[in-house]
């Protein structure tokens, strides 16, 4: 099966998380694609001054592979710098939140699996 990019639908969400301004998500497969055993895989672009609010993980974990630019990473309330070429890991029961403090944009590839 393939997927063609312009199949894809771009969500914006105000106030991600708790966040600050909108990020932008495009997810690239549904639940069922995953076999039911994640949420997401897609994209998440965060402009500057956007950010996605610390939040924990209960009954599943995320990985962000970071594309584009520079952001301050929470990884379960220790601060971090991430950039272009890092991947976090949030294991399930613990928490996180990332937020673009540059002047460049930020882009990552989110998935959320069970």
């Given at each position: 099966m393939i997927?063609?990019?312009?199949?894809f639908v771009t969500e914006l969400r105000?106030?991600?998380?708790?966040?600050?301004?909108?990020?932008?998500?495009?997810n690239f497969v549904t639940n069922a694609e995953l076999n039911d055993k994640g949420r997401m895989f897609g994209?998440?672009?965060l402009e500057p001054g956007c950010s996605i609010g610390f939040h924990v993980h209960e009954n599943d974990s995320e990985?962000?592979?970071?594309?584009?630019g520079t952001a301050k990473y929470s990884d379960n309330g220790t601060e971090v710098t991430v950039?272009?070429?890092?991947?976090?890991?949030?294991p399930?029961?613990?928490g996180h939140g990332i937020a673009n403090e540059g002047?460049?944009?930020?882009?990552?590839?989110?998935?959320?699996?069970?």
């Open positions: 997927k063609r990019s312009d199949s105000e106030k991600m998380r708790g966040g600050e301004g909108v990020a932008k998500l495009t994209k998440i672009v990985l962000f592979y970071i594309m584009k950039r272009a070429g890092d991947v976090t890991i949030t399930k029961g613990t002047d460049e944009t930020v882009e990552l590839i989110a998935l959320i699996v069970f």
